[in-house]
């Protein structure tokens, strides 16, 4: 897939990402890097007893793997100038140890900047289990390079 300039992306659309299975390697080294060793992540029994019945991924792990699969994107190439901000993220169902997450991303808004030189991308993004049900979702915004700008 060729790179997409800030000139060649319209509101609508959108794009899914493959899917990426959640697995313990990824739970250890998140709690690692993150410090969080909460027991519904680490803890097999007390998450057994919990009202998820098992352990759960970070959720912040779940965004960090999303923000990851956005690379999968057809303007995260060469007209990428920066991830600027998340908007409004909602997590609204648990995650647990082997679910499949895909991310579903919809541009909702294009501005161009005041020089012309780049654009500011508004998208709706979804991350998606393998039952297709949306587990987060919220805004991200991304500073995208126009043909004028490269």
Same mark, same amino acid.
């Given at each position: #897939?060729?790179?997409?300039? /800030?000139?060649?992306? +319209?509101?609508? %659309? ?8 959640? =697995?313990? %390697?990824?739970?250890?080294? /998140?709690? $690692? ?5 909460? &027991? ?30 956005? $690379?999968?994107? &057809? ?7 920066? /991830? ?6 909602? #997590?609204?169902? &648990? ?7 895909? *991310?579903? =991303? *919809?541009?909702?808004?294009?501005? =161009? ?23 987060? +979702?919220?805004? #991200?915004?991304?500073?995208?390079? *126009?043909?004028? $700008?490269?």
């Amino acid at each position: #897939m060729s790179d997409l300039w /800030f000139d060649d992306l +319209e509101r609508g %659309a959108a794009w899914t990402s493959t899917g990426r299975t959640l =697995t313990e %390697a990824d739970l250890v080294a /998140f709690c $690692g890097v993150s410090g969080d060793f909460h &027991p519904l992540h680490v803890d097999a029994e007390y998450a057994a007893r919990s009202r998820f019945g098992g352990r759960l991924v970070h959720g912040a792990l779940v965004l960090s793997v999303a923000t990851g699969q956005r $690379g999968q994107l &057809p303007f995260v190439g060469e007209p990428l100038v920066a /991830f600027v901000e998340i908007r409004s993220w909602v #997590m609204r169902a &648990p995650v647990h140890l082997g679910d499949t997450v895909r *991310t579903r =991303t *919809t541009i909702v808004d294009l501005r =161009t900047t005041s020089d012309g030189a780049r654009g500011v991308v508004v998208q709706r993004v979804e991350i998606l289990n393998q039952r297709d049900e949306v587990v987060h +979702e919220g805004e #991200m915004v991304n500073v995208v390079r *126009t043909r004028a $700008g490269c």
